[in-house]
């Protein structure tokens, strides 16, 4: 089984900063991508950043430039610097992993969430 732990989410005054943190542990080959989903009230779930083993990233748009995603191997880690945070930014930001497990084949694995709301 393998577990993600999301930390960092908070309140926090429009403009402002946060850092969201996701572990993931357990039963852990290896793991190809992470990243971070949102969802506001009433609206489906969204992406917001991803980074692919390697290096890679991904953004919405609606984030570019604010937000930057950053991982740590070694660690099972990853961070989502949120600066110049909007009211509309507020949501649960949620950690997904696709990970490698040691018996074989690629898993899709949440975290719980962490709430995210920005005061105007």
């Known amino acids: 089984q393998v577990q993600l732990v999301e930390s960092g989410g908070g309140l926090v005054q429009a403009g402002g900063s946060l850092r969201l943190s996701c572990v993931a542990s357990g039963r852990i080959f290896s793991i190809n991508a992470m990243g971070w989903y949102r969802q506001a009230p009433g609206k489906q779930r969204e992406l917001v950043a991803t980074?692919?083993?390697?290096?890679?990233?991904n953004y919405a748009d609606s984030v570019k430039g604010r937000f930057t995603i950053s991982g740590d191997s070694a660690k099972n880690t990853v961070y989502l610097q949120m600066n110049s945070l909007k009211p509309e930014d507020t949501a649960v930001y949620y950690c997904?992993?696709?990970?490698?497990?040691?018996?074989?084949?690629?898993?899709?694995?949440w975290g719980q969430g962490t709430q995210v709301t920005v005061s105007s």
């Open positions: 980074t692919i083993s390697g290096g890679s990233t």
């Open positions: 997904n992993a696709y990970v490698v497990v040691p018996v074989g084949g690629v898993y899709d694995y």
